[in-house]
């Protein structure tokens, strides 16, 4: 996790949660601002949700923003996930407040390369954006 004081932004797709949802657990309850974004295709798609939840639930420091592009049936907007669509660098900068902020970005190569690219367009400084791939390429 990056030094500093300001807000960690853990953004993730698919199976890149993972290192997301430890970092999570790691940053609970510390005096960081930490926001969780991760995008999935639906439920079925959507590991963990019960375990992040439960850890929002109890910290105060943490918050969660979770994208379905493709929502199932049983899938419940504002229950299971919080926004239909496919994740953008726009929308992941809507959710935090300051360039100060750091961002871990985990998932599949094309999905880094997209939210990357984005963060920097819109004015991220390149040294405030962390990424590891994870999953297929």
């Known amino acids: 996790v990056p030094a500093g004081h300001g807000p960690i932004m853990l953004i993730s797709a698919g199976v890149g949660l993972t290192p997301m949802v430890s970092m999570l657990h790691a940053l609970a309850g510390t005096d960081r601002t930490v926001r969780y974004v991760h995008a999935a295709r639906n439920g079925r798609e959507h590991a963990l949700g019960a375990e992040v939840e439960y850890l929002i639930a109890r910290h105060d420091n943490l918050s969660?923003?979770?994208?379905?592009?493709?929502?199932?049936?049983?899938?419940?907007?504002?229950?299971?996930?919080?926004?239909?669509?496919?994740?953008?660098?726009?929308?992941?900068?809507?959710?935090?407040?300051?360039?100060?902020?750091?961002?871990?970005?985990?998932?599949?190569?094309?999905?880094?390369?997209?939210?990357?690219?984005?963060?920097?367009?819109?004015?991220?400084?390149?040294?405030?954006?962390?990424?590891?791939?994870?999953?297929?390429?």
């Open 64 to 137: 969660k923003r979770v994208f379905f592009s493709q929502p199932q049936a049983e899938d419940w907007l504002g229950v299971d996930f919080d926004e239909q669509g496919r994740l953008s660098a726009r929308e992941i900068v809507r959710l935090t407040d300051g360039r100060e902020a750091q961002f871990l970005l985990c998932g599949p190569a094309p999905f880094l390369v997209d939210i990357k690219t984005g963060l920097e367009d819109l004015g991220v400084p390149s040294d405030n954006i962390h990424f590891e791939t994870f999953g297929p390429s």
